[in-house]
Structures are given as C-alpha cells and as structure tokens.
C-alpha cells in the first residue's frame, strides 16, 4: 500500500521557513482546497446562482530543495498542486494533555499561476510568446 497524496488549491499565508541545527531547511505553508456543498440528495447547492463550498485547510511541510524552491517562489493566493505522503504526529503539552496533528508532507509542489509579485504587468507578451514561428 502506499501513503499518497495529491492536492491542488490556494496558498494561504506567505511560507514560513526554519533551519534545523543539523542545515535541514524546512518550509511550512497553508492551502485551501474547496469542494462544492451538497444537499441531502447529492444536489449541489447555490445562492444567488453561485454554489456554495466547503474549504478546508491543509497544512503542507517541505523539506530540503522543495523547502528553498517554495520560500524563494511561492506567495499567499497563489494556486500549486502538492504530491506528498500524509503525516500524523502525537504529542503530550504542557498541561500533560495527549494531542494530535496531521500535515501533508510535499515530495512536489507544481506552481499552477504565478504569484501576484511576479505575473507580468497586463498587455506584456509572455516569455514564451513567439512572433517568429514560421508556420
């Protein structure tokens, strides 16, 4: 059996990234994934001719490459696909209460759109626009 994930959604906040003190870079972010609200028969249900969602919010951990690409490149709003394993983690507090935590640990994160900081100013060809295409 294998431990897959694949999720594709908005980034929620700006990545937050650390460094272990054995040079482990580590890269945490929020993403918000939707899907639409049904009724009790399976309808999708809308208001206003919108239909509503359900977000739910992911925690995604990158380490090591993934971690650096993904601090250096990924912003808040902006849509990515992440690959990874999920991870469950078991901790005890303070208050010496059990506690539980789930993450998505990215193997990947695809960049669907660019970040807000980056897309290019509007009527400015793309880099991979081409006039010069003989046919």
């Known amino acids: 059996m294998q431990n897959l994930v694949i999720l594709a959604g908005n980034v929620g906040a700006a990545p937050e990234t650390r ?14 994934t939707s899907r639409p609200k049904r009724d009790s028969e399976g309808k999708v249900l809308k208001e ?5 969602e359900d977000t739910e919010w992911h925690r995604v951990t990158c380490f090591n490459g993934v ?7 990924v912003e808040k709003g902006q849509k990515v696909m992440v ?8 901790w005890t ?6 506690r539980y ?3 998505i640990v990215a193997d ?3 960049f ?4 807000k900081s980056r897309q290019p100013p509007q009527g400015e060809p793309q880099d991979n626009e081409d006039d010069d295409v003989p046919f």
């Open 112 to 115: 669907l759109s660019y970040g």
């Open 48 to 52: 206003s001719d919108r239909r509503l």
């Open 19 to 32: 460094t272990t003190q054995g040079g482990t870079k580590i890269t945490s972010f929020s993403l918000a």
């Open 67 to 73: 971690a650096k690409t993904v601090a250096d490149y």
């Open 83 to 90: 690959r990874g394993r999920i991870h469950y983690t078991r």
């Open 101 to 103: 935590g789930v993450e």
């Open 93 to 98: 507090d303070q208050e010496n209460i059990e």
């Open 108 to 110: 990947e994160v695809t």
